[in-house]
């Protein structure tokens, strides 16, 4: 097979590669490899039955058309303070230009109209106040939120236009290496899901997008190949659920509210993520079997809590080089505690130096949203310094938030994100191979939605 331009990963950083490529040379022949399936076949067995079914070969959460982007609460921060380090490479004024470009791309598709976070002065002053004198850092973002199902569907409408403009997908492929001769990549060996028959595709121009699902595998490339990158940060840490009545004021004047800290003794960045009013804590589970916690909130459906991660960065030096691995490695503990699934603890338990039990959980003001997460001591598995960095940061949140450091506020774990080793490249994102690109998260320059839409837009512009 034969293509001009060959796209591995069908997340937000390929779709708009695609997108802009259409748009700005139609001639070219786009091919698409994805491991999961169309986004009409993306169906989560745990909607109705209640538990985790760890799906094979893949998991619907993660995997498929939209990557993890669909069944996300679709929040699309209009920043580029937020979202990865794309600024450093291209310049702070250049990535804004493509985040306000790519989300008019996202409006055109059916994103709500509607900016969190944009008119309440007065309130972000002083909520601003309270977080300079707890010693943390709030970070202007205004929010565009889809909500999931409504992401869904526009990225069902982004599928269908790829498609009627010609754009070729091959669903349930794997990609399995990449085909060099002198250190120029001419293409990819790839296979059916399940199948063991091995095929070649050729192409001057390969991108690979694979997300934070494929960060392991790009990482082993890297190896392979001597593809030059860098010991990459590895996000740690625990999602916190608790009463909307706490978050209301915050939710109402900022929908979600970035704050980023260095708490004592550690002084490590610490900063909030991905927050869901009214929301719901979910499970996700990688190839490996590998369950994680994430949040999802809906634009229609509302629960009684507000969900948000807490997360610790840990960036490694020489000689230790596999911050994946040393995440997995917390993560299979704390599921081998919680038998295969989620744990949960209130935060005054681990205050008090003791496990939760279920009866506990029952009795609280707080019930998990996450129906089958397992009681118990997320510390027992969760790194010293990890923890105690959660903790001085819950109490300092506390002050921005009063009531945030509740005894019976909830944490689940692990909460973990994949970052693979960030991959060297230029200006033009092209790595140290001839004809290989790489993107989005998976090449550790974005963390989420938008900003890996707009690296996506611009390897568009930069290979029309």
Not at 236 to 247: A, D, L, S, T, W
Request: with cysteine.
């Amino acid at each position: 097979m034969n293509c001009d331009a060959l796209i591995v990963g069908s997340g937000p950083a390929g779709i708009f590669t695609a997108l802009e490529l259409i748009r700005l040379n139609r001639k070219k022949k786009i091919l698409i490899i994805e491991k999961g399936r169309p986004i009409e076949k993306r169906v989560c067995p745990k909607i109705k039955s209640r538990m985790c079914m760890n799906c094979r070969p893949f998991g619907h959460i993660t995997s498929c058309f939209s990557g993890a982007g669909a069944f996300s609460d679709g929040k699309l921060s209009l920043s580029c303070e937020v979202g990865g380090d794309l600024p450093d490479l291209i310049g702070r004024q250049a990535v804004q230009e493509l985040i306000n470009y790519t989300d008019s791309i996202y409006l055109e598709f059916g994103a709500v109209r509607n900016v969190e976070g944009l008119d309440k002065f007065e309130e972000t002053k002083d909520i601003r106040r309270r977080a300079i004198k707890a010693g943390l850092r709030l970070v202007d973002c205004p929010i565009r939120h889809l909500g999931t199902e409504k992401a869904q569907e526009l990225y069902r409408n982004i599928q269908r236009y790829l498609s009627e403009q010609g754009v070729e997908f091959l669903f349930e492929t794997e990609c399995v290496n990449l085909i060099l001769e002198q250190n120029v990549c001419k293409g990819v060996r790839a296979h059916r899901v399940g199948e063991g028959e091995y095929f070649e595709i050729f192409s001057p121009s390969t991108i690979v997008a694979a997300g934070r699902r494929g960060a392991e595998w790009l990482e082993g490339i890297c190896r392979q190949y001597d593809v030059l990158h860098e010991a990459g940060v590895v996000d740690i840490g625990v999602r916190v659920e608790i009463r909307n009545e706490v978050m209301e004021e915050v939710n109402k004047t900022l929908y979600e509210s970035k704050l980023i800290g260095y708490p004592r003794p550690f002084k490590d960045k610490v900063r909030t993520f991905c927050q869901n009013p009214g929301g719901f804590v979910s499970q996700e589970n990688y190839d490996n079997a590998l369950a994680v916690v994430n949040g999802h909130s809906y634009k229609e459906t509302k629960s009684a809590n507000p969900n948000l991660a807490i997360l610790c960065s840990h960036k490694f030096s020489e000689p230790f080089n596999q911050p994946i691995s040393y995440a997995q490695k917390i993560g299979e503990l704390t599921n081998m505690l919680g038998n295969g699934h989620i744990l949960v603890q209130r935060y005054g338990d681990i205050l008090d130096g003791k496990r939760t039990w279920q009866d506990e959980l029952e009795r609280s003001n707080v019930r998990p949203s996450l129906e089958d997460a397992v009681a118990g001591d997320i510390t027992s598995a969760m790194p010293y310094r990890t923890m105690i960095n959660v903790i001085n940061f819950i109490e300092a949140l506390d002050l921005v938030v009063p009531g945030f450091a509740s005894a019976e506020t909830l944490l689940y774990s692990p909460e973990l994100k994949f970052y693979s080793n960030r991959i060297k490249l230029n200006e033009r994102l092209e790595t140290n191979i001839g004809g290989l690109h790489c993107l989005g998260d998976s090449s550790g320059w974005t963390r989420g939605l938008m900003m890996a839409s707009a690296m996506g837009a611009l390897m568009g512009r930069i290979l029309s």
